[in-house]
Structures are given as C-alpha cells and as structure tokens.
C-alpha cells in the first residue's frame, strides 16, 4: 500500500512562514523510512500529516493513489496507522497488556482476539515477562518497546515513529530499533523520524527534510 | 469498525478502577460538595417538618368558633360538623363553673360541661369513650394534684360519687383545662366555644366557614384561630420553595462538571491517545460519560450518607426524614453533572491530537 503526499504546504498561522513547503513525495511500500533533518525542520509535522493526524493547510495525501477526504479520516487512522512517539503515550494505571490492546479494541476486535494479538506483540519486543505489570513501572526502553508492541499488535499499514529513541541509551536504542524494523509484519511500511544516524542507516532508505523540501541523498524530490 | 460497546465501557470502569488515587480524590472533591448541598437540604428540611409537627401538635390547626354578642352558637351544630371532609374533630365546651370536692376540700377547680368531640380536640391521642352520665374525665394536673386515677371516684360538693373514666392530657391545646373537670355531655343547646381542628390544607376555608355553621339567629356566631397566626408568622410551605439551596443544585453540577474538565486538561496525553488511535470524539464522549456515571454514583452515595450522618449528629432527626429533597437535589446536580462533564471534557481535548500527545 503506497502513500503520497502531493503538492503539500503546511502552516501553523495563516501569516506565518511555511513549515511544508509544496511537498511531493511518494513512500515505498513495505520499506522502512528514515526522515532526518535538522530541529525544527518540520519532521513531526511530516509526521503528523503522514498520519492523518494534522490536515496540511494546502495539497493532498493520497493512499493508493485516492485521496484521503475529510471524512474518511477517523476510519484510516483507526485501520491503516499506528504510532510511535518520543514522548512515551501510555496509560500508565493501566497493564502492559491493556495498552498493547488498545489499537486493537478501538478497531473494534474482540477482546479475546486482541489480548491475543497483544501477547504476541509484547512477546516480539522482548516483553512478554512483563504483560501483567502496570505500564508505569516499566523503565523508559521498556515503555518505547510497549508503545512499538502496541503499535504491531494492531498490524498496521504504516508504522509511524517520532524520535522513538530519542531518549534512550544506546543498547536501549539497538533494542528499540531493531523491535521497530525486524518487528514489524510483512507489508507494513515503517517511516521513523530521528536524529539518530545509527538508527537512520538501519532502514532500507534514508530523506532528508530541509526548508519544508524532502530530498534523497541530497537530491529535491 | 471501531469500539464494541461492551469494550469501551469495560474501557471506562477500568480506567476508572485503575486509577485509584485519581479516582479517589474525584470521589472525594464531588462528594464534599454534594454531600454540603445534601447536609443543606436535610437540616432544612427537617427544621421545617419539625416545626410543622410542633405547629400542628400545639393546635396551628384548631379553630375556635364563638356565639356572637348576646347570641347563641349550637352544640349540635358545632358536633355534626365531626365527619365533614379536612375536620379531624370537632367539640364543645358547654358550662365551665367552679367547684370544690370533697376529697379534695378547699381547693376550687373549673368543672365545664363538654362533649366528647372537644376531648378528642384537646388531648388527640385520647382515646376514651363512654356514655354513661354518672362519670367524670380528669385533666391530668388536677389528677396528679388529687391522686385521682381511672377507676377512682370523686364526690363533688352537693352531688353524690361519681367515677373517673379517663385521665385527659390537655397541656398541649388547652393547658387550662388540664386542672380541670370534665362532664362528658351529649351535644345539646348553646355552646361557650366550639373547638374544631382542621387538617392543614382545610383551615383556611374551614375558618372562614365556621361562623355559617354555628349561626341559628339573627346574629353570626364568630370564629378565631385558636393559636394567634402573629406568633407563627413563618410559613413553612413558602420557606421550602424559597430555601437558598434549592437553586444550589446548578451552581453544584456546573462545579463538578468543571471538576471533570480539569481532570481531562491532565489527563490531555491519555485522551489525545484515545484519539490517536482513532477513537471518535462521539465515542471519547461516551466513554468519558461512563467514567463520570460512576464516579458521580459514588459520590452521591458517600454524599447522602455525609449528609444523613451529620444531620443525625447534630440533630437527631429521623434518618430518612428529608431523603426524597436530597435525592432531588443531589439527583439535579449529579444528573447536571453527567450531561456537562463528558461534554466539557471532549471541549478540552479539542484541536491538534500531535499538540495533545506532546502534552504532560
């Protein structure tokens, strides 16, 4: 399943300059992505265009070539995307095992089927041991890895990451990475914004985002 | 596809579950101000049944009709009107005339002609009753000054031994007649007063009704409240509709959906999740209305129980005396709450979902 973004252009302010400037990119399929670039660059913006969480002020976002209306949003977020952020979103209160079956139940799978999914999941990330602990005891690697459990229990299309290993040190970050790109099932597509270039050079292609522009190996798309 | 309804309302009592300390201090902070509105309304309430019963006890309801100046007012009149709808009883005072007893020399005391109907006005809770002539009623201040009991005999000057039948408790309605002697008559010619006591809801017009019912002359007999209304200037049912706290209950629900709205501002990260994840607002909506449902469904419990156990503290009243003004009240204010709070909560999630999953 492909994702384009056509002629995008993204501002905060109606007065204000452009974070995403008249960007057009087209995501391989089943690749894993990395989007590097500089602070404030507008990765997490990307980001949050890419993932239907923010409508870019101008332009499209396509999935197999249709473009994504207004109301179809809420539905493909739910079926096609799942996320990884820097921050680590998590119910805390709640067990590993809840929140890795979170995604799933908001699609409206049975219980016991996304419990199931869920164990799976953790066990890939390497936390199964831990699925009946709260997540606000875990260590800040083993949230990371809940979040990418979470995020591969529900099998998504594109799996969505921002900085996941940001905060994390580096056996951690090897961990967390290696959950993210070896994790993830078969035609799922992983685009990962991140600072790191260890963690960049592991995926299958590396852009680079600069003046709201994406370029490969220094070429403007 | 999205949320199964059994999924997200298990999503809801978990949530509510799992965060005891959160859900604790919600409980808590609704509580204390439903259980102050609650507290409010029961002290209120009972004051005012309280006063009402003591209104009614001390004869609030008890009309005195009277025969004109130089006129008569009928005993049997006075009698038939026992029966008549909103009359509890009706009865008269005949012929009071001082007297002495022999066993009792020296001490003069009223000795007044009544029919039954009177007794059953003064000393409700009495329940004697009899027809034979040749007996006496004691008020129960004479009985206790001469020793006399039911059963015993007194011999008034001049006449022979008649037997007490009853001992009388007048105190509350006519304190004089509780040293008093009382011959039980049938109801026959005029009356010095006619006592009749109305239920609450029949005084007003059976007061100004009385006067027609006792007239048999020229002349209109009169009629008066038996307790002056000038010493019972409140008005009970006036209070209740005017009491403060009877428009505290939106004041209370705004407060507590506020409540609610400051929870969800901290809880910004956790809901942006929901969304994330592609929960539909309508959904977060729902899901926050059962959290509030049982959130506010403990604090209502622990806020009637608040309420009844300080009232009870403080004022020893009926424990279940006012429950349907609170449930009314607290009712209002939880139902106020639970129709806001989701409604408040989803307001403050609005915006970008990226701006909300950042947010701590």
């Keep these: 399943m492909s994702l384009e973004l056509r002629n995008v252009t993204h501002r905060y302010r109606r007065e204000s300059a452009p974070v995403l400037r008249d960007l057009s990119f087209v995501f391989p399929a089943d690749r894993s992505i990395a989007v590097v670039g500089p602070s404030g660059s507008g990765k997490t913006t990307l980001l949050a265009v890419i993932g239907l969480l923010t409508r870019p002020t101008e332009g499209d976002v396509l999935i197999d070539s249709e473009v994504v209306k207004e109301r ?11 996320w990884v952020f820097q921050t680590v979103n998590v119910l805390g209160a709640r067990t590993v095992t809840d929140n890795a079956m979170l995604v799933l139940l908001a699609r409206g799978v049975a219980q016991v089927e996304a419990r199931e999914a869920a164990r799976d999941a953790l066990v890939t990330v390497g936390l199964g041991a ?8 875990l260590s800040g690697g083993e949230l990371q890895r809940l979040c990418i459990a979470s995020a591969l229990a529900s099998r998504p299309r594109f799996l969505l990451a921002d900085e996941p290993t940001g905060q994390l040190d580096r056996a951690t970050t090897d961990r967390v990475t290696q959950a993210l790109i070896e994790g993830r099932p078969r035609g799922t597509t992983l685009i990962v914004v991140t600072h790191d270039p260890h963690v960049a050079s592991q995926c299958d292609l590396t852009v680079a985002l600069q003046d709201g522009q994406l370029a490969i190996g220094g070429e403007t798309t | 596809m999205s949320w199964r309804t059994t999924a997200l309302m298990r999503e809801a009592w978990l949530n509510v579950t799992s965060n005891r300390w ?7 902070a609704l509580g204390a101000i439903l259980g102050s509105l609650a507290a409010l309304e029961l002290r209120d309430a009972n004051e005012l049944r309280n006063f009402q019963a003591n209104f009614v006890r001390s004869g609030g309801y008890v009309a005195l009709g009277l025969p004109p100046a130089g006129g008569s007012a009928d005993a049997a009149r006075c009698e038939a009107m026992n029966g008549q709808p909103g009359v509890v009883a009706a009865g008269s005072v005949i012929r009071p005339t001082p007297t002495t007893f022999e066993t009792a020399p020296g001490i ?4 007044a002609a009544v029919t039954w109907g009177v007794l059953r006005v003064w000393d409700p809770a009495n329940r004697a009753a009899a027809n034979d002539s040749r007996q006496i009623v004691i008020g129960r201040v004479m009985a206790g000054e001469t020793g006399l009991r039911p059963g015993s005999f007194v011999t008034p ?3 022979g031994p008649i037997l007490v039948t009853a001992i009388v408790d007048t105190t509350r309605r006519n304190p004089t007649a509780a040293r008093w002697a009382l011959d039980p008559v049938p109801p026959t010619g005029s009356v010095d007063e006619c006592w009749v006591e109305f239920v609450p809801g029949a005084f007003e017009a059976g007061l100004a009704s009385l006067p027609a019912q006792l007239t048999t002359g020229d002349k209109e007999a009169v009629a008066r409240p038996y307790i002056r209304r000038d010493e019972f200037t409140r008005d009970p049912a006036a209070e209740f509709v005017a009491r403060p706290q009877r428009n505290g209950w939106p004041l209370a629900g705004s407060l507590m959906a506020g409540l609610f709205a ?5 809880r910004r990260s956790e809901l942006g999740l929901y969304l994330a994840i592609g929960t539909p607002r309508s959904l977060l909506m729902a899901m926050l209305a ?10 209502t419990v622990l806020a009637v129980a608040y309420a009844v156990a300080i009232d009870e503290a403080l004022h020893h009243t009926p424990r ?7 449930v009314r009240t607290v009712g209002s204010a939880a139902l106020l709450t639970l129709t806001a709070a989701p409604l408040l909560a989803v307001l403050v999630v609005r915006g970008s979902i990226a701006n909300l999953l950042k947010d701590r």
């Design chain 1, 72 to 82: 179809e949003v809420a539905d493909l977020r739910t079926r096609l995307f799942a």
């Design chain 2, 290 to 299: 059962v959290e509030a449902l049982l959130v506010v469904a403990l604090a």
């Design chain 2, 22 to 28: 959160r859900t604790a201090g919600a409980v808590l």
């Design chain 2, 262 to 266: 400051l929870m969800a501002w901290f």
């Design chain 2, 320 to 326: 279940w005396s006012g429950t349907w003004i609170v």
């Design chain 2, 108 to 111: 003069l005391y009223q000795r």
């Design chain 2, 157 to 159: 000057r001049g006449e």
């Design chain 1, 130 to 137: 831990l699925a009946s602990r709260t997540a606000s005891s």
